[in-house]
Nanobody
Framework: QVQLVESGGGLVQFGGSLRLACTAS????????IGWFRQAPGKGREGILC????????TSTESLKGRFTASRDNPRNTVYLQMKNLKSEDTAVYYC?????????????WGQGTQVTVSS
């Protein structure tokens, strides 16, 4: 079954760091742009960051620049979202999704999501 699987979520203290992984199953990620999205409690899903097949990163929200970044590990067929200096408002379910070969913010295949909870 073709799918994306997120992992690495959990409970982290305010100001802490966390790395999420997005791993593809039964297809290769290296030709896809991968978007990271999140959905906070009571809010809609928002796109936060995208990494192109070449590793170029687009961050949608100014407040995330310098705190969130992404990287690719093609041999592991995995894309990572590295988050630091986490704040309470970063608490959300985080999703990755394929976006063809460029960062269009038009997700195609979604992962199941992983919960990130930032405690104060």
């Amino acid at each position: 079954q073709v799918q994306l699987v997120e992992s690495g979520g959990g409970l982290v203290q305010f100001g802490g760091s966390l790395r999420l992984a997005c791993t593809a199953s039964r297809f290769t990620l290296d030709t896809y742009a991968i978007g990271w999205f999140r959905q906070a409690p009571g809010k809609g899903r928002e796109g936060i960051l995208c990494i192109s097949p070449h590793g170029d990163i687009t961050t949608s929200t100014e407040s995330l620049k310098g705190r969130f970044t992404a990287s690719r590990d093609n041999p592991r067929n995995t894309v990572y979202l590295q988050m630091k200096n986490l704040k309470s408002e970063d608490t959300a379910v985080y999703y990755c999704a394929t976006q063809s070969d460029s960062c269009t913010w038009e997700p195609d295949l979604w992962g199941q999501g992983t919960q990130v909870t930032v405690s104060s």
